[in-house]
């Protein structure tokens, strides 16, 4: 894969996109297997890394989440779904609440333009 340049801040904000059309391939375990790598490294409170990731590719579970999704297709269209789960458990007693939900969102973010 090759490498792209780094983009500043102003950049990378500016050309953000949702993606909501997506090709019928299949994305190989590979690339998945480097876009969960670059996520884990996503900051967490307390370090706890409490993300979880399901791999779906079955029509099956893909309808029960095109469902769950309000219907939105792209949901029932992409080839793979990544789907980002949080393990509470993973929480020392005590901390802060409400970082959870941070976490999620910056493991989520933490994703890569290369496909």
């Not at 500043?8 to 299949?26: C, M």
């Not at 790598?37 to 079955?58: H, M, T």
């Not at 579970?61 to 029932?76: D, G, T």
């Amino acid at each position: 894969m090759e490498e792209k340049p780094l983009l500043t801040t102003k950049e990378a904000i500016e050309t953000r996109r949702s993606i909501r059309k997506f090709k019928p391939d299949d994305v190989s375990d590979e690339i998945i297997f480097q876009l969960l790598d670059s996520a884990r490294l996503a900051p967490s409170g307390c370090n706890s890394q409490p993300w979880r990731f399901k791999i779906v590719r079955d029509p099956e579970i893909k309808e029960q989440l095109y469902s769950a999704a309000h219907k939105q297709l792209f949901v029932k269209e992409a080839p793979v779904i990544i789907v980002c789960c949080l393990d509470i458990e993973g929480y020392l007693k005590g901390t802060v609440s409400g970082v959870q939900d941070l976490d999620e969102g910056n493991v989520i973010d933490k994703r890569i333009y290369d496909i």
